[in-house]
């Protein structure tokens, strides 16, 4: 099932427009959380505690994918790195050096303008996805047709 027919789905879910839309809103803000490989087992815990739908939340998360995280956190660092006024976002790497601790300490300035771009940058999104999900249901929900509707 592609990405454009789990929104499909997630449209037609039995349940109010609020709490699929704060659904999805809060597998988006996972989905872009620095704390990759935790998303999906992230978003669906929370939505098991929050009792909200565990299927939005999942489908909110894979906006970030293979083809998508790369660029967002790249953006999110970027933007992160303004937020922090960091002003020189990439460090110089003597190749030579190379070694994993050399690594970790040359991007290890890098750690807090990425957290910060990645949680407001998410809170943007998982807002702005709250507004279009829950129209999307609203408007589906009042062109619904009933069950008992004459065919």
């Not at 601790?101 to 702005?128: M, N």
């Not at 709250?130 to 589906?140: D, E, R």
């Amino acid at each position: 099932m592609g990405f454009k027919a789990k929104l499909r789905e997630i449209i037609r879910i039995k349940d109010t427009p609020h709490r699929i839309a704060i659904s999805f809103a809060m597998g988006i803000f996972i989905g872009m959380s620095p704390f990759f490989g935790f998303h999906t087992i992230g978003a669906f815990a929370l939505a098991w505690l929050l009792r909200l739908n565990k299927f939005a939340a999942v489908v909110g998360v894979y906006i970030t994918n293979p083809l998508t995280i790369i660029p967002i956190y790249t953006f999110s660092l970027w933007f992160g790195a303004k937020l922090t006024g960091m002003e020189e976002i990439l460090p110089d790497i003597d190749w030579n050096q190379m070694t994993f601790i050399y690594l970790l300490d040359k991007l290890s300035p890098l750690i807090l303008p990425f957290f910060v771009g990645t949680t407001v940058l998410g809170l943007i999104s998982a807002a702005a996805s709250y507004y279009i999900i829950h129209k999307a249901v609203t408007n589906y929900s009042k062109n619904r047709p009933t069950e008992n509707s004459d065919k």
